[in-house]
């Protein structure tokens, strides 16, 4: 187990961007290291853990739901909580005011409410912190 | 005696570039920036991934990365994007070594290390 913190902060929302997917994949790589791994969770970033989000059929190629298997980011970001659920730790914290602006409360469980000042918090107390921007 | 980087206090710099050259005209920004940074003594790493690996093509005429690659800054490829992309390692620009996300992020937890996306 390491003593390092990695904190992240996202705010693309999901199905938009490789940075989405670019920024799971190092939370996971993070946390199979046994880094602590933060992330803030901005503007439409707070949709990523959102537990309305529904796979679906396609309808073009005629596949169901289940032959479609279609991945959602709420998923992925429940399953890298489970595996960050102790030691080592993954605290995914979305914005408040930016849950609130979208509707976007019903998030996966483990999800934490905050704000800035919590990222500012994280980022004072890690090793290092990378902020992924919108384009 | 402290060593010229203790002194200084000089940084590793890691650079994740998600752009592809092609489309983004600010990668310059990058290139620009890196070589400065490692011509002031510190370590300058630059990732590239996503659409940023496109610049690790051979045939890459406008890329800047054999300029880095002089400048002696370490340019990495995220291995899942450049198999994304079909890039062939027999394509790849010399000087740019495929790398893995696992690399990434032992670069971002080392000490004294700013990580800049773009």
Redesign the interface.
Known sequence: M?D?T?TLALMDPPYES??ST?AL??VS??L??G?NVNVFAYEGAVNLPFKDQAPHANPVKGTTVEEEDHPTTKTFVASLLEIGKGSPLLTWMNCGLCVDERGAGNAVDGVKRGGPADFLRMAQES???????T? | MASRKEYYNMANYVFIESRDPFESRDTGFVADTATALKRGDNEVTVFLVQNGVLACRNNAAASRLPQMAKAGITLLADDFSVSERGIQPAEMTPGVRRSSIEALVDLLVRENTKAIWH
Do not use: D, E, Y
């Not at chain 1, 090793?127 to 921007?133: A, G, K, Q, R, S």
């Open positions: 390491s390092k990695l490789a940075n670019t994949r190092i790589a993070a199979k290291k880094i090793t290092n912190t990378l902020v992924i921007p384009k």
